[in-house]
């Protein structure tokens, strides 16, 4: 089975400032990794997600990921936060043709102006 | 251009009454999924579809049901809601495990 740990449930930093929200899973099989951000009483978004290929993938608003098999991590970063950003971000896995989401508990990300 | 639309967004039920809360799709996907989510908590599914074939995790709670009339719509049954059940509820679908897409929610209360 599958799990995904996220160490850092509060993250707070300035506005302009970089951040990195981590994210190390575990699994006995191939799998597809995701970040989803969620706002106050909405849904999840998809934030990025890599499924196969290059290892760094991107979103359009300036996050990144890097996929680390050797590490089984896949921890997100932006290299300048802005205020908009302020949100609980969640990491997630499944595995090479399954159909369930493994959800990590969430990092609260807060940016101060 | 919504593509998994929840309703109700906000539903207020009364200890023990029955509540039905609704997600439809216009993606054609496959696989469907209901998630409680509580306050700071990550989602907890609670059982998936994969077209008609029900999935049901093993720690959800009898109390909950579900029906997929057809590909397009998912509906999540409480038989006898209780104060622990006041949550917001996540619909989801995917394309055989890919990419899961989100509804915007139903936050359930409990009074």
């Given at each position: 089975a599958q799990s995904v740990t996220q160490l850092d449930s509060q993250v707070p930093v300035f506005e302009e400032a970089p951040v990195e929200l981590r994210c190390n899973y575990s699994s006995s099989v191939s799998v597809y990794l995701f970040w989803y951000v969620q706002?106050?009483?909405q849904g999840l978004q998809l934030l990025l997600k890599y499924l196969s290929g290059s290892t760094?993938?991107?979103s359009i608003n300036g996050f990144e990921a890097e996929f680390?098999?050797?590490?089984?991590s896949f921890h997100l970063r932006k290299p300048s936060v802005h205020i908009s950003d302020t949100a609980e971000y969640f990491?997630?896995?499944?595995?090479?043709?399954?159909n369930?989401?493994?959800?990590g508990?969430?990092?609260s990300l807060t940016v101060i102006p | 251009d919504a593509m998994v639309i929840q309703n109700p967004r906000y539903q207020v039920t009364q200890f023990g009454k029955p509540v039905t809360l609704s997600c439809s799709q216009t993606l054609n996907h496959n696989v469907m999924y209901w998630y409680q989510q509580k306050s700071s908590q990550a989602p907890k599914l609670l059982f998936h579809?994969?077209?008609k074939d029900f999935n049901n995790e093993a720690d959800t709670p009898d109390n909950?049901?579900?029906?997929?009339?057809n590909t397009s719509f998912c509906f999540l049954d409480i038989r006898s809601p209780g104060l622990g059940d006041a949550a917001m509820y996540l619909c989801a679908t995917s394309r055989e495990g890919l990419e899961a897409f989100f509804g915007q929610g139903t936050r359930l209360t409990v009074v």
């Open positions: 706002y106050p009483n760094l993938v991107e680390n098999k050797s590490q089984t990491c997630a896995v499944s595995d090479y043709g399954g369930q989401f493994y959800f508990t969430g990092t | 579809y994969y077209d909950f049901q579900s029906r997929r009339p």
